[in-house]
Nanobody, 115 residues
Framework: QVQVVESGGGLVQPGGSLRLSCTTSANIFSFNVMGWYRQAPGRERELVTT???????NYADSVKGRFTISRDADTNTVNLQMDSLKPEDTAVYYC?????????WGLGTQVTVSS
C-alpha cells in the first residue's frame, strides 16, 4: 500500500503565504498524475491543482496566479506554494497520487486563513 503524507499546514493571515509538501512511499514519478485537493466545512472536496508525470499543470480558476505546484525529485516531494491567501482558501488540503489502477490519498493538512 502506498503511503501519502502531507505537511506544512497552519494558520496564516489574509495575504500571507504557506507551502505545503506531499511525500509518498513510492517514487512520485511513478504516478500518472499528482495533485492537491481541498475540502472546506460543509462543502465537497474540490480540485486545487494537478501535475502530470510529464510536468503539465492544471489549476482551479480560484487559485490561478496565486498557487504553484512543483516537484522535487531529490526529496521525492510535490509542493504547493500558496501566496496571497484568502479566507476562502481555508480548508483541509489533501494530496492525491493517481496510478494506472489505483488512487491514493493522504490524511490531509489543515490550512486556516484568518486575521
Amino acid at each position: 500500500q502506498v503511503q501519502v503524507v502531507e505537511s506544512g499546514g497552519g494558520l496564516v493571515q489574509p495575504g500571507g503565504s504557506l507551502r505545503l509538501s506531499c511525500t509518498t512511499s513510492a517514487n512520485i514519478f511513478s504516478f500518472n498524475v499528482m495533485g492537491w485537493y481541498r475540502q472546506a466545512p460543509g462543502r465537497e472536496r474540490e480540485l486545487v491543482t494537478t501535475i502530470t508525470r510529464g510536468g503539465s499543470t492544471n489549476y482551479a480558476d480560484s487559485v490561478k496566479g496565486r498557487f504553484t505546484i512543483s516537484r522535487d525529485a531529490d526529496t521525492n516531494t510535490v509542493n504547493l506554494q500558496m501566496d496571497s491567501l484568502k479566507p476562502e482558501d481555508t480548508a483541509v488540503y489533501y494530496c492525491n497520487a493517481k496510478a494506472a489502477l489505483a488512487n491514493y490519498w493522504g490524511l490531509g493538512t489543515q490550512v486556516t486563513v484568518s486575521s
